[in-house]
């Protein structure tokens, strides 16, 4: 049923919690801490009626509040036909931790419509998304300073951009309106590089790891990226800029792109940006001619290669086909594709498991940066770029004085240059992943009782959580 709370031991929410508990259980945390860091705040659901075509519809949506240890609670909204209570309840679970671990300063929150975006117009989601909103706003699930959604699964800037614009109308008094929500477009508050961010965040994640010699090794994979062999699931958002990124700038292959439909392969090497294109075009990629095309998506998931990167769904890998997965090292893009006992089928094959609360962590990390322009009311670098470049053109003329030889065009420009608001966007975010990365690698080989990236980015957001909780009480 989709609109029930499943309650059983493979449910996404029991995973998560057996993975947190797991943590608990190393840092000898007090029941009532653990309990009070476990347990999801509150849990709003709406059914609301919209005349579609004449006919009067009624949808059922989500807004789950894990935490709100810090302010605003954050996570995305996800339009989909499968969505229920208990996938909220995980997503929000997990956006506290991911908050935590890579120091954005919010609680974790998540919501959900259970939608079929492909069975309406744009109007209709459009009214769809505004009803949805309206809810949200009225009930205080939905406010700039308390629970700021952003996209996820089937939303992205368009209904942003409605969200954000409910919100004004319903409350044109509050000046910082434009922060109720990330992820928006450009032009209506939103910060350049947050389309993108989680694959990008995905591809300095994999980046990092490389530079870990004794993290590659247990992985039992040789250095440097360039030629590795990348499976990728699910060509969306994440999984197509993760893809595209990975295989235009460091020079992966990769072998195979996984959908819903099926899955397209080619030894040499697939290019992105054409199976992207072909999919867009034609609604599947069966027939694009640089690759061959198989149904059996599922099987997929178990071909050979270096990288396997799932970026559609949770619960892909369970135990039911974990001790067949032939990848060395695999990348969750996606929140939950392993569960919890397919995670300890894995590791125990050898395979390295980057966790999703650490890998995905850069849509969040950029909405925080859009959160904080909202707030400033101000494009980052758009008071010091030109400062910088006169500053630039200082020390450019300097060298060439203390040398005597004159820079070429391309070095001056490349010394005077200021920084844009995308690239102190992207710097922000590859900082962000380093520093996780290294904490987290840091914590694993500092106690025996760790064994994995998963428990050791566990230990470390709720060690993070728990000091909040002891420093400030219960109230
Ligand atoms: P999306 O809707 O843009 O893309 C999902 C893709 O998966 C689609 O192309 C869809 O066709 C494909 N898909 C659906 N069923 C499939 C199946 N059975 N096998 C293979 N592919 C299938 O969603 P997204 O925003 O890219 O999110 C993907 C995952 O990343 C989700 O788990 C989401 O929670 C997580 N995530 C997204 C963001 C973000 O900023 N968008 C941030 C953090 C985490």
Known sequence: MANKKQSSASSFSSNVDRMVDHAF???NLDAGTAQAIKACDSVLQVKFPVKIRGEIQTFTGWRAVHSTHRLPAKGGIRFAAYSDQDEVEALAALMTYKCALVDVPFGGSKGALHIDPSQYSRD???LI??????????????????NVPAPDVGTGQREMAWIADTYKHLNPEDINYQACVTGKPVQQGGIRGRVEATGRGVQYAIREFFRHPRDLTAANLSAGLAGKRVIVQGLGNVGYHAAKFLQEEDDVKITAIIEYDG???????????EVYRFKIEHGSFKEFPGGTF??????????ECDILIPAALERQISKENASRIQAKLIVEAANGPITFDADKILRDKGIVIMPDVYVNAGGVTVSYFEWIRNLSHI???????RYDELRGNEYATLLEEATGSKLSASTRSMIVRGASELDLVRSGLDDTMRNAYQEMHETLHSNDKIADLRTAAFVIAIRK???????VGIY
């Open 25 to 27: 259980s190393i840092l």
């Open 124 to 126: 209709e989601m459009q």
């Open 129 to 146: 998304t505004r009803r949805y909103t309206l809810e949200l706003v009225r009930k205080g699930f939905l406010n700039p300073a308390t």
């Open 263 to 273: 899955v397209i392969s080619n030894e040499n090497g697939l290019n992105v940006e």
């Open 294 to 303: 198989s149904p059996d998506n599922k099987g997929a998931l178990e071909m």
């Open 379 to 385: 494009r980052f670098g758009r008071m010091e770029r």
């Open 465 to 471: 959580i728990s000091r909040s909780y002891l420093d």
